[in-house]
């Protein structure tokens, strides 16, 4: 699949970019967006970049902590919860 479908929501869409490598591409569909599951897209990808400080900020701007988990794992956890 070249594209991520157009049924899937902005966050949905990221974790596609994410997958396939393009983590700017992944960054750019949540960076403007303000809702939690956004923020929590937002904290996966900064904690893939290694910028815990800016990760942890926005673990808290979704009500959430860091979890204690490897990238693959959360990743796995984030698809299978917005699906």
Same mark, same amino acid.
């Given at each position: 699949?070249?594209?991520? %479908?157009? /049924?899937?929501s902005a966050p949905l869409i990221a974790l $596609?970019? &994410?997958? #396939?490598? &393009?983590?700017?591409?992944?960054?750019?569909?949540? &960076?403007? *967006?303000?809702?939690?599951?956004?923020?929590? !897209?937002?904290?996966?990808?900064?904690? #893939? =970049?290694?910028? !815990?400080?800016?990760?942890?900020?926005?673990?808290?701007?979704? %009500? @959430?902590?860091?979890? /204690? !988990?490897? *990238? @693959? =794992? =959360? $990743? @796995? @956890?984030?698809?299978?919860?917005?699906?």
């Open positions: 699949m070249d594209a991520p %479908g157009d /049924q899937l $596609w970019y &994410d997958a #396939k490598g &393009d983590w700017n591409a992944a960054h750019s569909r949540v &960076d403007h *967006l303000s809702d939690r599951v956004s923020a929590r !897209i937002h904290a996966y990808l900064h904690r #893939k =970049e290694g910028d !815990i400080w800016n990760a942890d900020y926005w673990y808290r701007r979704a %009500g @959430e902590s860091r979890p /204690q !988990i490897s *990238l @693959e =794992e =959360e $990743w @796995e @956890e984030l698809v299978l919860r917005y699906l």
